[in-house]
Structures are given as structure tokens and as C-alpha cells.
């Protein structure tokens, strides 16, 4: 497939870089000729230097299938949506917008194309957080009714030292599964004969529903959120807010900007909110950081949200979350004790993957940098056999019959027509 972005900016540009590595052909837009000399240089994509609201630079890439408009501005995003369908004819156009009007479903519907708004998709990250606080991350199968939570062993964590085989009376409780472990830097996709051993890192797969309760069902002690920090103001901060405030938590709201202190205030009456700054120790005291079952770093200054993040978790606050724009840092944050990196352009990332069909992508590597999830239809040699027996795929997550989905079991049958979700080793 030929994928077009508009736009090289960072969302852009590490769009293109990974879907280079895919081997996808890509073209990038943009009217900056120096940021598309740094990507030609390094990587394997068409650069067009042109404005890609002026119908002749678009007719450039006439041929391509899929087009990611990206740059910063969401009313040009929209203008070469417009373009792209009116003009152009494409039918497979994807933007990025940060204003919740834009995403609604009645834009969506006029302008015919698939909208992200990287905002509420932020939030929702945030969200998940203070739904799941036993896991370190929540990865959606967005139509399948199933959720992938990453999770990590401790020492006096019950599954530590088990064989996943061991599980099986869990799992009639409650069905789940195990689609992968991260150790030491590597990645596994398990059998039943696999042991998990203490600061593993788990990757189970469960209906949404049943996640909550996950973490009853496997022995997994945790505690409720109930005290949230909210640390500075950006273009997030307000939906977040919103959102938190329909929530049974006590929330608090720390920025230097007086004027943003009070405008906050007035807007939500639930919100405790304080002038101050991120990194006077003795304020943090006073206000009870050391209570904070999680924390928020939302700042437009993503090394300020990452020194935020690292003194709340130094002065005992059980989570922290630093809102990070970098995709590339996340390894750097997470080492130095970042329990959560919230990275706007992977979620973006992840969607655009969606609309790849040629290898009918769910999610991509926002589940694990070398794993993939994958749909497929049940191959012919594999149809009337059991799930344990069908010896293809990697790892069998969930099957769709007739339009249902089920979490697969080993004794799961398998059918003509079926649709199966399967984690894969991405190919080098």
C-alpha cells in the first residue's frame, strides 16, 4: 500500500520512519524543505516540498491509497480533507484534530473521512490509568469487546514462579489469556509450559468487562485511585478535568499561571485547585503528594513534565504519568522511575495502522515494540481443528464467529469463515 502524510512535523515524521521500516511506500507533504531533508536523508521516503492545500502540489501523489494529514493545524487538516475527497476522489483519508467539534459524528459523516482527535484519545490513555491502576498500560481492541492489560510481577505477586498452565482453573472463573511476556528486554510468546518469574512483565488479553475483576481473580493487591494531581495547563487539560470530575476521585490542580488558576476554578467547583510551583518541594508536602495514588504531568514542556513526575514519585506518590511528545523517550522515562509515558503521537500511530488493510492491522506497537496483532481469516489446512492444534499464528487471542467474539481457548474449534486475532513476531 501507498500511504501519503501530509505534514512533517513529529507526529509526521515518525509516522513515516515506521511505516518505512514496514516496508509501506511513503510520501510526505510539507512546505518546510528542511524537515523533509532529514527524513530522505535517513530513511527510504518520497519527500514532496510543496503546500499541500494547492491542488496541483496533491495531484503529485495522485496514485497513492492512504492519506494522514497531520500538521498543527486542524482547520488545514480539514481544508485537504476536503480536497483529497472532493477533488481527488480518495476515499481512504485519515486527520488528526485537537478540537472536539471537529471529531464529532456529524463532521465525521459530511467530510466522509476517519478523524482522530488526538486529544480525547490522550485523555482516554489517562483515564485507563485511574479505571486499571493495577496495570501499566490498556491497549483496546477497539470493536472486540477485548482489552489487552500489560502487567508486572513482583516478587509477592501469586502468578510469580508458575508455569501459565497452572492458570487453568483461574481461567474458568474468569476467561483470559496470556498473550506474551516481556523479559529482560525480550519478548515471548508463551505456551502453557512457560514459567513467569518476578519483574516480568505480562500482556493478557480479557473482555472488558471482566478486566476489573482480573485483577481479583489472579491474586493481584491493589489500591483503588482516589487522590489525582493534575499538574499544569495545556490544550489537555481541560477535557481531562472534565472527565475526572465524573469520577468518584478527589482531584488536584497545581499551575504557576495565576490567571489559568483562577479560570480553572471557576469552570469546575469540584477541582481543588492551587497557584504554585511544580517543583517547590515544601508546597508539595503541605498538599499531601505523598498520598497521591496518581499524578498527571500535562505541561506544553515535556522536560518539565518528566522532573515533575520524577519528584512526585521521589516525595511518595504511588503513580506517576508525564505527558511526553518524543516518542523516542519513552525508554529514557520509564528507566528513571516514569511509571506511565503518555505519547499523543503513538496513539495516532496505532490508528493510522487500523487503516492498513493489506495486513489488516488492529493495533500495532503500542502493544510491544517486536510484536504485532494481526487478523486473519482461518486458513483452510486449520479449519475443523481445536485452537491447540492448529499450529499457525503465534498465539491465538480471540475468534470471531457469526459476528461474536470469543477470547480462544485451547479447545476452542475452529470453522470456515471464522476470524481469528492473533499476536505475531513483527518482521525484521
Sequence with gaps: MKVCIVGAGVVGSYLAKRLSREGFEVAVIDV??????????????????????DVNCLKNVQEFDLFVVVTES??????????????????????RVSNKAF?????????????????????????????????????RLEGEGIVILKLKLTTENPLAGKQIMELSEVREKLPFTIVAIEREGKTIIPSGT????????????????????????????????????????????EELLTQLSNLPVKVKFVCSNMEKCEEISGKFPKVDVFHGEFSDIEFLKEEGIEKADLTVSVTEDEEQNILSAVLCKKLGAKRTLALIMHPEYEGIVTSIGIDVPLIPRKLLASKVYRQLSRKKFIDIFELSEDLEI????????????????????????????????????GNTFLEKGDKLICIKKRES
Excluded: H, W
Aim: charged share 25%; net charge negative.
Design 32 to 53: 518546510d524543505s528542511s524537515k523533509l531533508e532529514n527524513l530522505s536523508y535517513s530513511y527510504d521516503v518520497m519527500t514532496v516540498n510543496c503546500n499541500a492545500l
Design 374 to 409: 494481526v487478523e486473519m481469516e482461518v486458513p483452510e489446512k486449520s479449519t475443523n481443528k481445536k485452537v491447540k492444534d492448529s499450529g499457525f499464528c503465534g498465539l491465538i487471542v480471540a475468534v470471531r464467529k457469526n459476528g461474536e467474539v470469543e477470547l480462544a481457548r
Design 194 to 237: 512457560n514459567f513467569m518469574y518476578p519483574n516480568d512483565i505480562l500482556y493478557i488479553a480479557v473482555r472488558e468487562e471482566d478486566a476489573e475483576r482480573l485483577a481479583e481473580v489472579l491474586g493481584i493487591e491493589y489500591s483503588p485511585v482516589k487522590l489525582i494531581f493534575v499538574f499544569g495547563y495545556s490544550r489537555f487539560t
Design 74 to 95: 486542524d482547520e488545514k487538516n480539514l481544508s485537504v480533507a476536503i480536497l483529497l475527497r472532493s477533488l481527488l476522489n480518495k476515499e481512504k483519508v485519515i486527520i
Design 103 to 139: 471529531s464529532s459524528p456529524p463532521v465525521k459523516e459530511f467530510l466522509g473521512v476517519d478523524v482522530v482527535n488526538i486529544l480525547s484519545e490522550t485523555v482516554q490513555a489517562v483515564l485507563n490509568q485511574v479505571k486499571y491502576p493495577f496495570a501499566l498500560d490498556v491497549v
